[in-house]
């Protein structure tokens, strides 16, 4: 019996070891939907990044974007977005898309846009398209939790879960008030 009951003891204290485990490191693998993971490449880059393994259980604002429209000059304001919420845990990220025939005609060009004209340090991906049957799953999925982008520069604020929470049209800003206090609410 005593050995019974040490073999008892054993195993509840692995199990107790377990969970405390999974309270330190809550974001397993599984609890990630299936369509944040993806691999993507950096833009302009050799560097892939996963959306689950690096910026798993983070809200989320993602965005197609475009070199040459309009809205281009929206990359200042979501830089700001990024400087001023990304350390409280909000990952920014930049799919560039020609779906709008806006884009510029390389991913260099299209990185220079970025990097040097609009000093962007959060994270931009390799292009995608982001409407029609050609959309990549991401923003098919993105789609059918609210709408498909219409323009460039949608904005998809999604929560810790991968559920979005909303949709943001090309014409709201990074500083409107609508957007910043939704930022707000997942922080």
């Not at 560097?47 to 689950?52: D, G, I, K, Q, S």
């Not at 560039?96 to 004209?117: I, T």
């Not at 939790?145 to 909303?166: A, D, E, M, T």
């Given at each position: 019996?005593?050995?019974?009951?040490?073999?008892?003891?054993?195993?509840?204290?692995?199990?107790?070891?377990?969970?405390?485990?999974?309270?330190?490191?809550?974001?397993?693998?599984?609890?990630?939907?299936?369509?944040?993971?993806?691999?993507?490449?950096?833009?302009?880059?050799?560097?892939?990044?996963?959306?689950?393994?690096?910026?798993?259980?983070?809200?989320?604002?993602?965005?197609?974007?475009?070199?040459?429209?309009?809205f281009?000059?929206?990359?200042?304001?979501?830089?700001?977005?990024?400087?001023?919420?990304?350390?409280?845990?909000?990952?920014?990220?930049?799919?560039?898309?020609?779906?709008?025939?806006?884009?510029?005609?390389?991913?260099?060009?299209?990185?220079?846009?970025?990097?040097?004209?609009?000093?962007?340090?959060?994270?931009?991906?390799?292009?995608?398209?982001?409407?029609?049957?050609?959309?990549?799953?991401?923003?098919?999925e993105?789609?059918?939790?609210?709408?498909?982008?219409?323009?460039?520069?949608?904005?998809?604020?999604v929560?810790?879960?991968?559920?979005?929470?909303?949709?943001?049209?090309?014409?709201?800003?990074?500083?409107?008030?609508?957007?910043?206090?939704?930022?707000?609410?997942?922080?």
């Amino acid at each position: 019996m005593a050995k019974l009951l040490g073999s008892l003891c054993k195993s509840m204290a692995a199990l107790g070891m377990l969970g405390a485990l999974m309270w330190v490191f809550p974001a397993a693998a599984g609890e990630c939907p299936a369509y944040l993971d993806q691999e993507f490449r950096k833009l302009h880059s050799a560097e892939r990044v996963n959306l689950c393994g690096d910026f798993g259980g983070r809200p989320m604002l993602i965005i197609n974007t475009a070199s040459f429209c309009g809205f281009t000059p929206q990359f200042k304001g979501l830089e700001a977005l990024h400087q001023k919420y990304g350390p409280r845990g909000l990952v920014l990220l930049g799919f560039p898309s020609n779906d709008f025939h806006q884009a510029a005609a390389s991913e260099a060009e299209s990185a220079d846009v970025c990097y040097l004209n609009y000093g962007v340090t959060f994270t931009m991906l390799s292009p995608v398209s982001v409407t029609g049957a050609n959309a990549h799953p991401l923003f098919k999925e993105l789609a059918r939790q609210s709408k498909p982008p219409r323009w460039n520069f949608n904005k998809y604020l999604v929560n810790s879960s991968g559920q979005v929470i909303q949709h943001f049209g090309s014409s709201v800003t990074p500083e409107s008030p609508t957007l910043t206090a939704s930022i707000e609410s997942l922080l």
